[in-house]
C-alpha cells in the first residue's frame, strides 16, 4: 500500500500529526513498515524511558539509541565504539574503518573535498545543476529522480572522476548503485530473518555471476596484480564468526557483482592513466600522488572512489527530492522562498533535520558500555538512529515539525558526527542549494503528479529515506 510522508507545517504539540502508536509492539529497522515511515516507531521509543536503550527483537546482539545526545555521544565516542562493524582482515572502504587507518585514507580523501576545489569545481557543479534544471523545467513532466535528483550529484562526480556524464549512463549508474545497496550496504537491524551464511542455492548463484563476469575480473587482476587481488580478498573475508555480523541480502548479491566490478575496473583503469600531482583539482591525480608516495595503495583508492560514487550521491538525491516534494505540498512556503530566496539555505537544513536522507549508522561497542543504566555488551551491533535523533522533542522543540525559522536546525546529525562526519557534506550543501536556487528563482509552482501513488522505499537495507519515484509537473 502506497505510504505518504506528511509533515505538518503548523505548531501543535511535539508529536507529528500522523503518529499512531497503539498497534506497535515492536521495531525493527529493516521491516518495511518501519522503513516506509518510521516516525510512528520513533514516537514508540520515546513513550518509554526503558526503552532508551533498545534492545533489537529477534537478535542475540543488536540494540538501537534513539535520543540525540545518546546518538551524537556515540558518534564521538570511539573508544567505546567502533565503526568496523564487518569483522574482516580490513575494511572494504574507509567508512568501515578505525583509528589510523581511518586517519591515513581520510586524511587523502579529504584533500579532494577541501574548500579550494569546492571553490574551483563551482563552474562545474554549476553547470551539472543548471543543465538538469533546465532540462526539468523544458520537460514540464518528468520523472523527478530520472531528470533532476539522480542528474545533478551523480553528475557531478562523474564529471570530476572523467567518467561518462551522459543522461543515459548516470541513469544506468544509478540503476547499478542499487543493485549493489540491495545486496552489500547493510546498516540497521536485519529485518526478514537472514541465515548466516548463503543456502547452496545462493552460493551456486553467486558463483555463476561471478563466472559470468570473468572478464571483468581478469581486467581487474591484470591492473593491481596478485598482491592487489590478495588486498581485496583481506577486505571481504571474515575473520571472526562468534560475533554478530550484519547480513547481507544473500539472494540480491548475484545481481550486485556485475556493476560492482565494472566500477572497480572503470576507477582502476582511471587511476592507472592518471598522473601523480599533488593538490590536484583533478581528485584521481591526488589520488594517484598519495599512491606513489606509498601513503594508501592502489586497492585502498580504487575501493574509495567505488564508495563515494555508489554509496555517496543517494543522500544528495534524496535530500533533493524531499525538498521538491515538500515544497510541492506547501506551495506558501515555495511563495516564500521565492520572494526571500535568502532563506533557501534555512529550508534546506530543516529539509534535512526532518527528512534525514540516511535514517541510521552502525558501530560496535568495543567493550561493555552502559547508557542510561542500561547495559549494552561487548562487539554488540549498535544502530545510530540519526533520524529519531534529529526529531527528538528534547533537542528540537516541537521536533516533528517543519519549521524553517528553527535556530537550531543545522545541528542535526544527517551527516554523523566526529571523525566519520561525511566528508562530501560541503559538497552536497552546494549542489542542493545551487539547484534549489535555480528551481525556485525560474519556476512558479511545483507539483506531485498522482501523489496518492507516491511509495517509500523499502527494497534497501541502507536507511535511506525517500520515495521510489516522484512524477512531477512544472509551472
Known amino acids: 500500500m502506497p505510504v505518504s510522508i506528511y509533515i505538518n507545517m503548523n505548531k501543535s504539540s511535539g508529536r507529528c500529526p500522523f503518529h499512531k502508536t497503539d498497534s506497535i509492539t515492536e521495531f525493527d529497522a529493516l521491516d518495511p513498515e518501519a522503513r516506509a515511515n518510521p516516525y510512528p516507531f520513533y514516537d514508540w521509543l520515546r513513550n518509554d524511558p526503558k526503552k532508551e536503550v533498545y534492545k533489537v527483537p529477534h537478535e542475540t546482539d543488536y540494540y538501537m539509541l534513539h535520543r540525540y545526545e545518546d546518538v551524537k555521544n556515540a558518534f564521538t565516542d570511539a573508544e567505546n565504539f567502533s565503526s568496523k562493524i564487518i569483522p574482516t582482515h580490513t575494511a572494504p572502504f574507509f567508512a568501515l574503518m578505525d583509528g589510523n587507518d581511518h586517519k591515513r585514507i581520510r586524511s587523502v580523501v579529504a584533500t579532494v573535498f577541501t574548500s579550494k576545489n569546492l571553490e574551483q569545481w563551482e563552474p562545474v557543479i554549476r553547470k551539472v545543476v543548471s543543465n538538469a534544471t533546465i532540462n526539468l523545467l523544458n520537460t514540464k513532466e518528468a520523472e523527478l529522480f530520472e531528470v533532476w535528483a539522480n542528474i545533478i550529484p551523480l553528475g557531478t562526480l562523474t564529471a570530476l572522476f572523467g567518467l561518462p556524464h551522459d543522461i543515459n549512463s548516470l541513469n544506468q549508474l544509478h540503476r547499478d548503485a542499487i543493485a549493489i545497496n540491495r545486496a552489500l550496504f547493510v546498516t540497521g537491524g536485519t529485518g526478514e530473518r537472514r541465515s548466516e551464511e548463503p543456502s547452496w542455492g545462493e552460493k551456486f548463484a553467486i558463483s555463476f555471476s561471478i563466472i559470468g563476469n570473468a572478464g571483468k575480473l581478469l581486467r581487474l587482476r591484470k591492473m593491481l596484480g596478485s598482491q592487489g587481488m590478495k588486498e581485496l580478498h583481506?577486505?571481504?573475508?571474515?575473520?571472526?564468526?562468534?560475533?554478530?555480523?550484519?547480513?547481507?541480502?544473500?539472494?540480491?548479491?548475484?545481481?550486485?557483482?556485475?556493476?560492482?566490478?565494472?566500477?572497480?575496473?572503470?576507477?582502476?583503469?582511471?587511476?592507472?592513466?592518471?598522473?601523480?600531482?599533488?593538490?590536484?583539482?583533478?581528485?584521481?591525480?591526488?589520488?594517484?600522488?598519495?599512491?606513489?608516495?606509498?601513503?594508501?595503495?592502489?586497492?585502498?583508492?580504487?575501493?574509495?572512489?567505488?564508495?563515494?560514487?555508489?554509496?555517496?550521491?543517494?543522500?544528495?538525491?534524496?535530500?533533493?527530492?524531499?525538498?521538491?516534494?515538500?515544497?510541492?505540498?506547501?506551495?506558501?512556503?515555495?511563495?516564500?522562498?521565492?520572494?526571500?530566496?535568502?532563506?533557501?539555505?534555512?529550508?534546506?537544513?530543516?529539509?534535512?533535520?526532518?527528512?534525514?536522507?540516511?535514517?541510521?549508522?552502525?558501530?560496535?561497542?568495543?567493550?561493555?558500555?552502559?547508557?542510561?543504566?542500561?547495559?549494552?555488551?561487548?562487539?554488540?551491533?549498535?544502530?545510530?538512529?540519526?533520524?529519531?535523533?534529529?526529531?527528538?522533542?528534547?533537542?528540537?522543540?516541537?521536533?516533528?515539525?517543519?519549521?524553517?525559522?528553527?535556530?537550531?536546525?543545522?545541528?542535526?546529525?544527517?551527516?554523523?558526527?566526529?571523525?566519520?562526519f561525511c566528508i562530501g557534506a560541503p559538497l552536497a550543501r552546494m549542489q542542493v542549494l545551487m539547484a534549489l536556487n535555480v528551481l525556485i528563482a525560474q519556476t512558479s509552482a511545483v507539483h506531485i503528479v498522482n501523489e496518492n501513488e507516491l511509495i517509500m522505499v523499502t527494497d534497501r537495507d541502507n536507511g535511506i529515506l525517500r520515495y521510489e519515484k516522484v512524477n512531477v509537473k512544472i509551472s
Open 234 to 420: 583481506r577486505m571481504v573475508r571474515i575473520t571472526d564468526k562468534t560475533i554478530s555480523t550484519p547480513r547481507p541480502n544473500f539472494k540480491a548479491i548475484p545481481s550486485s557483482v556485475g556493476p560492482m566490478l565494472k566500477l572497480m575496473v572503470a576507477f582502476a583503469e582511471k587511476l592507472t592513466a592518471a598522473q601523480p600531482l599533488e593538490n590536484s583539482k583533478n581528485p584521481l591525480e591526488t589520488f594517484k600522488f598519495h599512491i606513489t608516495k606509498g601513503a594508501v595503495s592502489f586497492a585502498e583508492m580504487m575501493m574509495a572512489g567505488a564508495f563515494i560514487l555508489f554509496a555517496g550521491y543517494e543522500t544528495t538525491s534524496s535530500l533533493l527530492s524531499n525538498c521538491f516534494v515538500h515544497l510541492a505540498r506547501n506551495p506558501e512556503l515555495f511563495t516564500e522562498l521565492k520572494n526571500d530566496p535568502s532563506k533557501i539555505e534555512l529550508f534546506m537544513e530543516e529539509s534535512l533535520r526532518v527528512y534525514t536522507p540516511v535514517g541510521r549508522f552502525l558501530r560496535r561497542t568495543k567493550k561493555e558500555v552502559i547508557i542510561n543504566g542500561q547495559t549494552i555488551p561487548k562487539d554488540a551491533i549498535v544502530i545510530l538512529m540519526s533520524g529519531a535523533a534529529n526529531t527528538d522533542p528534547d533537542k528540537f522543540e516541537n521536533g516533528c515539525e517543519f519549521d524553517i525559522n528553527r535556530t537550531n536546525a543545522s545541528q542535526h546529525l544527517s551527516f554523523g558526527k566526529g571523525s566519520h
